[in-house]
Protein backbone atom coordinates (compact mmCIF):
# COMPACT_ATOMS: atom_id res chain seq x y z
CA UNK A 1 0.00 0.00 0.00
CA UNK A 2 1.40 3.21 -0.61
CA UNK A 3 1.41 6.01 1.96
CA UNK A 4 3.01 8.65 0.70
CA UNK A 5 3.12 12.28 2.94
CA UNK A 6 0.66 13.66 0.40
CA UNK A 7 -2.00 11.37 0.61
CA UNK A 8 -5.20 11.98 3.06
CA UNK A 9 -7.67 9.62 3.44
CA UNK A 10 -10.70 10.67 5.51
CA UNK A 11 -11.60 7.90 8.36
CA UNK A 12 -14.30 9.91 9.42
CA UNK A 13 -17.77 7.92 10.41
CA UNK A 14 -19.79 9.97 8.35
CA UNK A 15 -17.67 8.85 5.00
CA UNK A 16 -17.16 5.27 6.23
CA UNK A 17 -21.08 5.21 6.35
CA UNK A 18 -21.52 7.18 3.25
CA UNK A 19 -18.99 4.59 1.06
CA UNK A 20 -20.69 1.61 1.96
CA UNK A 21 -23.74 3.63 -0.24
CA UNK A 22 -21.94 4.66 -2.43
CA UNK A 23 -20.55 1.43 -3.30
CA UNK A 24 -23.70 -0.94 -3.03
CA UNK A 25 -24.58 -2.08 -6.24
CA UNK A 26 -28.03 -1.70 -5.72
CA UNK A 27 -27.66 2.31 -5.26
CA UNK A 28 -29.35 3.90 -8.00
CA UNK A 29 -28.19 6.74 -10.07
CA UNK A 30 -30.31 9.50 -7.75
CA UNK A 31 -29.25 8.24 -4.61
CA UNK A 32 -25.91 7.83 -6.12
CA UNK A 33 -25.61 11.53 -6.93
CA UNK A 34 -26.68 12.56 -3.95
CA UNK A 35 -23.89 10.14 -1.79
CA UNK A 36 -21.45 11.95 -4.35
CA UNK A 37 -22.09 15.13 -3.75
CA UNK A 38 -22.36 14.70 0.14
CA UNK A 39 -18.76 13.13 0.36
CA UNK A 40 -17.46 15.50 -1.67
CA UNK A 41 -18.49 17.61 0.89
CA UNK A 42 -17.14 15.86 3.69
CA UNK A 43 -13.71 15.01 1.91
CA UNK A 44 -13.47 18.95 0.01
CA UNK A 45 -13.57 20.27 3.92
CA UNK A 46 -10.71 18.75 4.60
CA UNK A 47 -8.51 19.37 1.24
CA UNK A 48 -9.49 23.11 2.31
CA UNK A 49 -8.69 23.46 5.59
CA UNK A 50 -5.07 25.47 4.77
CA UNK A 51 -6.64 27.92 2.74
CA UNK A 52 -6.00 31.62 3.38
CA UNK A 53 -8.28 33.79 4.58
CA UNK A 54 -7.92 37.98 5.77
CA UNK A 55 -9.14 39.08 8.96
CA UNK A 56 -12.46 41.65 8.30
CA UNK A 57 -14.36 43.65 10.74
CA UNK A 58 -17.69 41.77 11.49
CA UNK A 59 -20.46 44.34 13.52
CA UNK A 60 -22.60 41.21 15.37
CA UNK A 61 -25.87 42.77 16.79
CA UNK A 62 -24.22 43.11 20.16
CA UNK A 63 -20.76 44.23 18.73
CA UNK A 64 -17.82 44.90 16.17
CA UNK A 65 -15.78 42.19 16.22
CA UNK A 66 -12.70 40.87 14.00
CA UNK A 67 -14.09 38.38 11.52
CA UNK A 68 -12.48 36.03 8.39
CA UNK A 69 -12.92 36.15 4.74
CA UNK A 70 -11.44 33.86 2.14
CA UNK A 71 -8.66 35.41 1.07
CA UNK A 72 -7.43 32.46 -1.90
CA UNK A 73 -9.08 32.86 -5.23
CA UNK A 74 -10.02 29.06 -5.89
CA UNK A 75 -10.27 27.26 -9.02
CA UNK A 76 -12.32 23.81 -9.16
CA UNK A 77 -11.76 21.83 -11.79
CA UNK A 78 -14.06 19.08 -12.62
CA UNK A 79 -12.96 16.08 -14.92
CA UNK A 80 -15.69 15.87 -17.20
CA UNK A 81 -17.78 13.49 -16.73
CA UNK A 82 -17.52 11.95 -13.15
CA UNK A 83 -16.23 15.32 -11.69
CA UNK A 84 -19.34 17.26 -12.28
CA UNK A 85 -21.35 15.77 -9.71
CA UNK A 86 -18.56 17.15 -7.24
CA UNK A 87 -18.90 20.57 -8.13
CA UNK A 88 -22.16 21.70 -6.07
CA UNK A 89 -20.76 20.62 -2.66
CA UNK A 90 -17.70 22.05 -3.26
CA UNK A 91 -18.85 25.56 -4.37
CA UNK A 92 -21.67 25.28 -1.09
CA UNK A 93 -18.03 24.79 0.66
CA UNK A 94 -16.03 28.14 -1.23
CA UNK A 95 -19.05 30.07 -2.84
CA UNK A 96 -16.34 32.26 -4.53
CA UNK A 97 -14.70 29.46 -6.28
CA UNK A 98 -14.12 29.72 -10.25
CA UNK A 99 -15.27 26.09 -12.00
CA UNK A 100 -12.85 25.31 -15.11
CA UNK A 101 -13.94 22.32 -17.08
CA UNK A 102 -11.63 20.00 -18.52
CA UNK A 103 -12.56 16.68 -20.36
CA UNK A 104 -10.80 13.84 -20.13
CA UNK A 105 -12.04 10.27 -20.99
CA UNK A 106 -10.06 6.96 -20.46
CA UNK A 107 -9.12 5.38 -23.57
CA UNK A 108 -10.84 1.93 -22.48
CA UNK A 109 -8.06 -0.35 -24.76
CA UNK A 110 -4.45 1.31 -23.78
CA UNK A 111 -5.86 3.08 -20.53
CA UNK A 112 -4.57 6.11 -21.15
CA UNK A 113 -6.79 9.50 -21.35
CA UNK A 114 -7.72 11.56 -23.89
CA UNK A 115 -8.42 15.04 -23.90
CA UNK A 116 -11.41 16.84 -25.60
CA UNK A 117 -12.68 19.70 -23.60
CA UNK A 118 -10.66 22.74 -21.62
CA UNK A 119 -12.16 25.71 -20.56
CA UNK A 120 -9.11 27.01 -19.02
CA UNK A 121 -8.52 31.08 -19.54
CA UNK A 122 -5.35 32.01 -21.21
CA UNK A 123 -3.69 32.36 -18.01
CA UNK A 124 -3.52 31.26 -14.62
CA UNK A 125 -5.84 33.28 -12.56
CA UNK A 126 -6.39 31.27 -9.30
CA UNK A 127 -4.41 30.62 -5.82
CA UNK A 128 -5.43 27.04 -5.55
CA UNK A 129 -6.66 24.67 -8.08
CA UNK A 130 -8.77 21.74 -6.79
CA UNK A 131 -8.83 18.99 -9.08
CA UNK A 132 -12.46 17.28 -8.56
CA UNK A 133 -12.45 13.23 -9.98
CA UNK A 134 -14.30 10.60 -7.84
CA UNK A 135 -11.93 7.88 -8.83
CA UNK A 136 -7.71 7.51 -9.48
CA UNK A 137 -7.39 3.85 -10.60
CA UNK A 138 -4.42 3.98 -13.07
CA UNK A 139 -3.37 7.97 -12.25
CA UNK A 140 -3.16 8.88 -16.14
CA UNK A 141 -6.37 11.21 -15.92
CA UNK A 142 -5.27 13.00 -12.66
CA UNK A 143 -1.73 12.74 -13.95
CA UNK A 144 -2.58 14.75 -17.08
CA UNK A 145 -4.91 17.13 -15.38
CA UNK A 146 -2.29 18.24 -13.43
CA UNK A 147 -0.04 18.67 -16.24
CA UNK A 148 -2.31 20.45 -17.95
CA UNK A 149 -2.69 23.09 -15.23
CA UNK A 150 1.09 23.41 -14.38
CA UNK A 151 1.43 24.07 -17.95
CA UNK A 152 -1.32 26.90 -17.51
CA UNK A 153 0.46 28.31 -14.67
CA UNK A 154 -1.24 26.98 -11.75
CA UNK A 155 1.53 26.67 -8.60
CA UNK A 156 -0.73 25.22 -5.77
CA UNK A 157 -2.80 22.18 -6.65
CA UNK A 158 -4.55 19.63 -5.14
CA UNK A 159 -6.24 16.38 -6.03
CA UNK A 160 -9.53 16.00 -4.40
CA UNK A 161 -11.29 11.99 -4.95
CA UNK A 162 -13.81 9.56 -3.43
CA UNK A 163 -12.00 6.13 -4.25
CA UNK A 164 -8.42 5.89 -4.70
CA UNK A 165 -6.35 2.57 -5.95
CA UNK A 166 -2.88 2.81 -4.71
CA UNK A 167 -1.39 2.28 -8.06
CA UNK A 168 -3.03 5.87 -8.69
CA UNK A 169 -1.58 6.97 -5.70
CA UNK A 170 1.72 5.68 -6.53
CA UNK A 171 1.57 7.12 -10.50
CA UNK A 172 0.61 10.67 -9.07
CA UNK A 173 2.60 11.11 -5.90
CA UNK A 174 5.84 9.86 -8.28
CA UNK A 175 5.29 12.44 -10.98
CA UNK A 176 3.61 15.47 -9.24
CA UNK A 177 5.23 15.12 -5.42
CA UNK A 178 4.05 18.36 -4.86
CA UNK A 179 0.37 17.66 -5.33
CA UNK A 180 -1.51 16.58 -1.87
CA UNK A 181 -4.23 13.91 -2.65
CA UNK A 182 -7.39 13.73 -1.01
CA UNK A 183 -9.93 10.70 -1.13
CA UNK A 184 -12.14 8.84 1.00
CA UNK A 185 -10.66 5.42 0.66
CA UNK A 186 -7.59 4.22 -0.44
CA UNK A 187 -9.12 0.57 -2.12
CA UNK A 188 -6.92 -2.80 -2.75
CA UNK A 189 -5.89 -2.88 -6.75
CA UNK A 190 -6.70 -2.09 -10.06
CA UNK A 191 -8.12 -5.42 -12.06
CA UNK A 192 -6.72 -6.05 -15.59
CA UNK A 193 -9.30 -3.17 -17.34
CA UNK A 194 -8.15 -0.78 -15.04
CA UNK A 195 -11.18 -0.57 -12.61
CA UNK A 196 -10.31 -0.27 -8.93
CA UNK A 197 -11.61 -3.01 -6.39
CA UNK A 198 -13.92 -3.51 -4.73
CA UNK A 199 -14.55 0.07 -6.21
CA UNK A 200 -18.03 1.07 -6.92
CA UNK A 201 -17.65 0.61 -10.36
CA UNK A 202 -18.30 3.40 -13.34
CA UNK A 203 -18.40 6.59 -11.16
CA UNK A 204 -20.06 8.31 -14.63
CA UNK A 205 -22.20 5.83 -15.46
CA UNK A 206 -23.55 5.22 -11.98
CA UNK A 207 -23.98 9.05 -11.57
CA UNK A 208 -25.77 9.45 -14.90
CA UNK A 209 -27.11 5.80 -15.64
CA UNK A 210 -25.40 5.32 -18.64
CA UNK A 211 -23.90 1.99 -18.47
CA UNK A 212 -23.09 -1.20 -16.47
CA UNK A 213 -20.13 -1.65 -14.14
CA UNK A 214 -17.46 -2.76 -15.95
C1 LIG B 1 -13.02 7.82 -14.99
C2 LIG B 1 -12.81 8.65 -13.75
C3 LIG B 1 -11.46 9.26 -13.98
C4 LIG B 1 -10.74 8.17 -14.70
C5 LIG B 1 -9.84 7.45 -13.72
O1 LIG B 1 -13.42 8.60 -16.04
O2 LIG B 1 -13.82 9.58 -13.53
O3 LIG B 1 -11.49 10.45 -14.76
O4 LIG B 1 -11.73 7.26 -15.20
O5 LIG B 1 -9.06 6.52 -14.34
P1 LIG B 1 -7.48 6.65 -14.47
O6 LIG B 1 -6.97 7.03 -13.12
O7 LIG B 1 -7.05 5.27 -14.87
O8 LIG B 1 -7.17 7.67 -15.52
P2 LIG B 1 -13.82 7.98 -17.46
O9 LIG B 1 -12.63 7.94 -18.36
O10 LIG B 1 -14.53 6.67 -17.25
O11 LIG B 1 -14.78 9.06 -18.08
P3 LIG B 1 -16.26 9.51 -17.59
O12 LIG B 1 -16.09 10.30 -16.34
O13 LIG B 1 -16.72 10.33 -18.74
O14 LIG B 1 -17.10 8.28 -17.40
N1 LIG C 1 -13.04 4.90 -13.53
C1 LIG C 1 -14.14 4.55 -12.87
O1 LIG C 1 -15.20 5.19 -13.00
N2 LIG C 1 -14.09 3.48 -12.05
C2 LIG C 1 -12.98 2.75 -11.87
O2 LIG C 1 -12.98 1.79 -11.10
C3 LIG C 1 -11.82 3.14 -12.58
C4 LIG C 1 -11.88 4.23 -13.40
Same mark, same amino acid.
Given at each position: MPDPS #? &? =? @?? =? =???VLHKLAVLRAETTEPKKF??? *?RELSWLVGYEALADVRVRPITVKTPMESMEGAQLADRIGL @?? !?LRAGLGMVDAMLELMPTAEVWHLGLFRDERTLHPVEYYNKLPDSASVDLC? !? &???? &? +? #? %??? +? #? +?AIEVLKRWGAVRIKLVNLIAAPE? *??AVSAAHPDVPIYCAALDRQLNEKGYILP %?? %?DAGDRQFGTGKAG
Open positions: #T &L =H @VS =H =HPAREV *V @VP !IL !I &LDPM &L +A #T %GGS +A #T +AG *VA %GL %G
